[in-house]
């Protein structure tokens, strides 16, 4: 039924599965073994070595001794030890922090600029009406993390290196083909982003190439972080995540929305007098929340932890921090796309394009002119809305909101890098270093972003992040047929 995948005249896969562990591997449940015998057990204790792909067909259970270095990584030079202890309420808070990590690097990808973008227009398009899409597409990323997160700890494999192991060559390639699109796309709405906050922070002394080429700069700038341990590299992305939650938590309390109608459109499921244009945003909104190689990163991220997979009480105890870390960590930035939405829909739903052009015009803002003398329905983007948060609520507001798009972008590009590694890795073999990588996705990205840039104007520029939302919900569905 399945003919895409491999058949039973193969040889064999590599079983991982706990499962189907070898009878003499410890155990949960296995008596513990005492004097020199257990000493002799300790220096060779069975671990399971899944971080490079093999084609072979004996099991990926190897002796390591416990003193041996880590397997070689382009990607994790180091793993994070997990503390021996038990709490008495079911969840230990220093196991907790010692998993904390993976969970906020993923749901970096729920705050990129195309996010951003697709969360100001669904406010002033309609309103408080789309939250309920806003709260089911987060739920439904969460759900498929948590999947992600238990393949990487149960297998040790992340799922780039399942899909090199069950697909035959045509269909993995297919597949790697949709993903490398996907990040591809996902890196050119940050470099966009990055762009846009660089022209808003300089008050359009640099223009909007110029912000394309500075991101190939920082970029291999920010990489550098790597190299001083990977504790480092996850407190600097806590940081981004927490400069953006500051700069649209300031905007949500300047602009004070009724929380009534926010509760209203976050719960009850229903868009009344909404028509297609309403709908597109909607599809807009899962396309940007549930990014497909964000599930690659996840169940790849998950592997920097010391797990000892041959022991079902440790796995079962990973899946759990790994689901309560990643549960925190998409819960806050739901809030912070909430904030998003509930500042355009409060401040903007229904605006003319005349009533912001008086304002702007008004408080002395030199982008009056961005919004013609009519009377059509105010849109918005990335770059407008800075704009219009500058005319109604001062300049404070317009370069705050250039820094948390600064931030988004700058994020967003470090994940796409690791997503594209280990995609790359896994479905291929072939193993790049992160600045070759970063060197490939950017050039890609940059080139069509560039050309814009150049050759057009912002509003052609942002309206490529539209276009990128809607192709983003496509390949979801495409993914998804495939691997069903």
Known sequence: MFSFLRSVRDPPLENIHISSLPPSFPTDQQQEPTGGRADDLVEEK???????????????????KHNNEPVSSTYFDQRVPVPEEDSEWGISLRKLWAFTGPGFLMSIAYLDPGNIESDLQSGAKAGFKLLWVLLGATIIGLLLQRLAARLGVVTGMHLAEVCNRQYRTVPRVILWLMVELAIIGSDMQEVIGCAIAFNLLSSGRIPLWAGVLITIIDTFVFLFLDKYGLRKLEAFFGVLITIMAITFGYEYVTVRPDQGELLKGMFVPYCEGCGPVQLAQAVGIVGAVIM???IYLHSALVK?????????????????YFFIEATIALFVSFLINVFVVAVFAEAFYGRTNEEVHTVC???????????????????????????????????AALYIWAVGILAAGQSSTMTGTYSGQFVMEGFLNLRWS?????????????????LVAIFQDVQHLTGMNDFLNVLQTSSNLYLIALYL
């Open 292 to 294: 497909p190689h964000n």
């Open 46 to 64: 069975a671990v399971i070595q899944t971080t490079h792909t093999h084609r072979v067909s004996a099991p990926s259970v190897f002796l390591q």
């Open 434 to 450: 992160r600045f070759a990588r970063v060197l490939l996705t950017r050039s890609l990205a940059i080139t069509p972003t560039l």
């Open 304 to 320: 920097s932890r010391e797990v000892d997979r041959s022991n079902r009480k440790e796995v079962k105890e990973a899946n759990k």
């Open 361 to 395: 015009n008004q408080s002395g803002s030199p982008h009056s002119s961005l919004f013609p003398l009519n009377n059509e329905t105010l849109e918005v983007d990335i770059y407008k809305g800075g704009v219009v948060l500058g005319c109604f609520f001062g300049p």
